[in-house]
């Protein structure tokens, strides 16, 4: 099993910035990406960002130059830095890790952090 525990979100005016921190623990041996989805009201779960163990990223076109993605493998901890926000990036966002075993792929969840944006 693996534990994902994030923290960092919370309350901002529009312009701010937030960093996200998740941190992994367990059976973490072959994790190979972390992500962070977020979901909006009546929305779907939509990825935000993912970087791979090899450090390779992708994200959203909507946060492409605003939002970034790192890790350190020492801490076992993925950081979301946000900035410029907008009222729209307001969602619950989760942390996300992906293991490939064999065929199968298998998804584990963090229980989520509020980002609330104020216009």
């Known amino acids: 099993q693996v534990q994902l525990v994030e923290s960092g979100g919370g309350l901002v005016q529009a312009g701010g910035s937030l960093r996200l921190s998740c941190a992994a623990s367990g059976s973490i041996f072959s994790i190979n990406a972390m992500g962070w989805y977020r979901q909006a009201p009546g929305k779907q779960r939509e990825l935000v960002a993912r970087?791979?163990?090899?450090?390779?990223?992708n994200y959203a076109d909507s946060v492409k130059g605003r939002f970034t993605i790192s890790r350190d493998n020492a801490k076992n901890t993925v950081y979301l830095q946000m900035n410029s926000l907008k009222p729209e990036d307001t969602a619950v966002y989760y942390c996300n890790g992906e293991k490939i075993i064999v065929t199968t792929k298998l998804d584990y969840w963090g229980q989520g952090t509020q980002v609330t944006v104020s216009s």
């Open positions: 970087i791979t163990t090899y450090g390779s990223t």
